[in-house]
């Protein structure tokens, strides 16, 4: 499964050169070969944007989490090994203050998620925070 995540995210060429190769180790190990003290400061960028990334106002939730996990798992092509849970923690810091309640619960009860379990669990939230700032603008407008 891995060798095609790898696949996915290369460029034709590489994909081409490395669809024969059986092992997602063996595709990682050619790259580091291929792209050894390239992928040093490829890799020095992909954490200096990762750890800049805010999402940005009028930016959905999905769209925000699909760069982060792209870049997440450019990273991981690059050599870095980031566990699951700091992936997660990573994602949850780049959010605006309206999930911040979203950040405590998942503190507070301990939740293990996948990034694609994250994503689908910050849409959700977002249907709900996005209705309920909606209705409080509406009964702030009221009664005005």
């Known amino acids: 499964m891995a060798k095609y995540y790898i696949l996915a995210f290369i460029s034709n060429v590489l994909k081409h050169q490395m669809q024969d190769v059986g092992l997602a180790s063996d595709i990682m190990l050619s790259l580091k070969e291929m792209f050894g003290e390239q992928g040093r400061s490829a890799r020095q960028e992909i954490i200096r944007q990762i750890y800049n990334t805010k999402m940005a106002k009028g930016t959905s939730v999905r769209e925000h989490c699909l760069r982060m996990i792209y870049n997440l798992n450019t990273m991981e092509v690059l050599g870095a090994d980031i566990d699951g849970e700091s992936q997660v923690d990573m994602i949850l810091q780049s959010l605006p203050e309206s999930f911040k309640e ?8 301990k939740k293990i998620y996948s ?26 407008a009221s009664t005005s």
Do not use: R
């Open 102 to 109: 979203f950040g405590l619960n998942h503190n507070m009860n």
């Open 115 to 140: 990034l694609s379990e994250l994503m689908n669990e910050l849409v959700a939230a977002e249907g709900i925070i996005g209705t309920s700032n909606v209705d409080a603008n509406m009964a702030e």
